[in-house]
């Protein structure tokens, strides 16, 4: 059997390996004769980054899907069903991508649960891809025969492996593929990638319960774990290849092309499974990849008090006596340099010092090192969570390296283990207040105590009209609303770490009596 060019200068056992996958999955003729691939399957997401702890993944969606891809071009046609957990909703929706361009039709965003039928941005595309890629030993093994494949050979790494090969595609991390001693078929791919805030983190994707497809042999299971903790299992009803692919199946419908810049482009391609737990879970805004606020510069709350507004979350700004303090510092380091740039333009002559986080959430702390990198601050969090921010700061990021990685600083992290009291420029407190909440451990709000605002992240979105009784996420107003009587705050105005929506019109405050009516009262 002869294969990719470039294969053949890693030497004779290079050749050897690739030749006996090859021929344990059908062979080569079988391999490359299949020209689409088929698959309907079930199965479950986790997020290893949204448990009540830093230790604890939490279960976001159960799904089924359809997927015809193309087993050599970059197309592929995805039918999904998915009941998320974090926001109970029902998602339904039909995917097309071919190359930089796709569509989508349906329910896709679990907090705004309308159809859509919009065309998508080419990292999405791109994502979507490259998770297919990772997830089908039969695309995998197609790139493995191809005239320009840029491989090496890798040593066995326990006594139940062969030896490994290692794919390096231009603009993504390399993928090792290892293959079972008894069977010489693909039992696991390895890849590290970048997740905010945790940097480099081992993903692997398990290929299990192989069987007859036609000539081939194909896995029904794929399971894939991020830094050991299982995050994603399915299980594959049925599998079909093709000789042939048809333009047809992956025709996009004639819309306006959205293209992305090259950074969002990659970002999708090192990140891949970072984001692809949230797209399962369905929300859409990391497929949006946003890079700016959606305001020039924040926003005036009340005398002293300012926000960033963000295309889902946002920081809070608090004027200091001689400093400022952020709370919230969301996303991931794109993002994060402009919101940053928006706090410190906040109350000019006065330095960022603090930054307070909500929760330990990924979303809400994706960008902690971009703020912590100029040095000289101190992150304030919950006392529970401090170990986990404390690894945050320590960890390498060199598939990404961001500006912490190339200047180490050394950061200071403090817990709050009930309440913490500082004061502010308007004469005023800024309170930090530990609360009980069945979203996360370790969770605190923000009390202003001059304008009577209490700031919290994920327990709820602030609407821009008065909502319906009962109509909070569970018990998390209820909580909320608890702990503020509790605590005999003087609240006027709740705002969020995410603006809410009433489908027309955003809000990221509202007046406390909204919270209570949402809360049950």
């Given at each position: 059997?002869?294969?990719?060019a ?7 056992r ?5 030749e ?8 080569k ?7 689409t ?8 997401r ?50 097309v991508?071919n ?27 791109a ?25 090496t ?8 492996s062969t030896?490994?090969?290692i ?7 390399p993928v090792?593929?290892?293959m079972?001693?008894?069977t ?29 497809v ?41 819309q ?10 990659s ?8 984001i ?12 949006d ?5 959606v ?29 400022v ?7 991931y ?8 740039t ?14 307070i ?20 601050l ?6 529970g ?8 700061f320590q960890?390498?990021h ?8 190339g ?16 004061p ?13 909440s ?24 602030p609407?821009?009209?008065?909502p ?10 209820i ?19 995410h603006?809410?929506t ?8 509202a ?11």
């Amino acid at each position: 059997m002869t294969v990719g060019a470039q294969t053949t200068s890693g030497g004779a056992r290079l050749v050897s390996v690739i030749e006996q996958l090859v021929a344990a999955m059908g062979g080569k003729g079988a391999v490359e004769g299949a020209e689409t691939e088929a698959i309907t399957a079930d199965g479950w997401r986790l997020h290893p980054g949204w448990g009540t702890d830093p230790g604890k993944p939490e279960k976001v969606a159960e799904f089924s899907y359809t997927l015809l891809e193309d087993t050599v071009r970059p197309r592929y046609r995805l039918a999904l069903k998915a009941h998320t957990y974090l926001v109970p909703t029902e998602l339904n929706y039909l995917e097309v991508g071919n190359g930089s361009i796709g569509h989508v039709n349906g329910i896709d965003f679990m907090f705004d649960p309308r159809p859509v039928d919009v065309s998508i941005p080419s990292w999405r595309v791109a994502t979507r891809q490259r998770h297919f890629d990772l997830t089908s030993p039969l695309r995998l093994a197609r790139k493995l025969l191809a005239s320009d494949a840029d491989l090496t050979l890798g040593i066995a790494d326990n006594e139940h492996s062969t030896d490994s090969l290692i794919l390096r595609e231009h603009g993504r991390p390399p993928v090792r593929m290892h293959m079972d001693q008894g069977t010489g078929l693909l039992s696991r791919a390895e890849v590290t990638e970048e997740h905010s805030p945790l940097g480099d983190t081992l993903v692997e994707v398990l290929f299990s319960d192989y069987r007859n497809v036609g000539t081939l042999q194909l896995p029904y299971r794929v399971s894939i774990r991020v830094n050991g903790v299982a995050v994603h299992d399915e299980v594959r009803a049925s599998i079909q290849v093709n000789g042939r692919s048809s333009d047809a199946d992956f025709a996009v419908p004639d819309q306006a092309v959205i293209d992305g810049s090259d950074h969002q482009v990659s970002f999708g391609q090192y990140s891949t499974e970072w984001i692809m737990t949230y797209v399962f879970s369905g929300v859409r805004f990391y497929f949006d990849l946003q890079t700016a606020p959606v305001s020039q510069g924040a926003v005036d709350i009340a005398p002293g008090v300012k926000i960033v507004l963000g295309p889902s979350h946002n920081t809070l700004v608090v004027e200091m006596p001689d400093h400022v303090v952020a709370v919230e510092a969301p996303l991931y380091d794109e993002y994060t340099r402009s919101a940053l740039t928006q706090v410190k333009a906040a109350f000019p002559g006065k330095p960022l010092k603090k930054v307070i986080v909500t929760h330990f959430h990924y979303d809400h702390v994706g960008g902690i090192r971009e703020f912590v990198a100029d040095g000289g601050l101190t992150v304030l969090a919950a006392q529970g969570p401090v170990p986990f921010f404390e690894k945050v700061f320590q960890g390498p990021h060199t598939v990404h390296p961001d500006r912490l990685e190339g200047c180490p600083v050394q950061v200071a992290v403090e817990g709050v283990i009930d309440s913490l009291i500082l004061p502010m420029a308007d004469g005023g407190n800024l309170e930090l207040h530990h609360i009980r909440s069945d979203h996360a451990d370790g969770m605190l709000i923000v009390y202003l105590s001059k304008p009577k605002i209490v700031f919290e992240s994920d327990i709820w979105n602030p609407t821009p009209q008065m909502p319906p009784p009962n109509s909070g996420r569970g018990r998390l107003p209820i909580q909320l609303r608890e702990a503020i009587e509790t605590l005999h705050l003087e609240v006027d105005t709740v705002v969020g770490g995410h603006s809410g929506t009433d489908g027309k019109t955003m809000a990221h405050a509202a007046p406390f009596r909204y919270l209570k009516t949402a809360a049950g009262l």
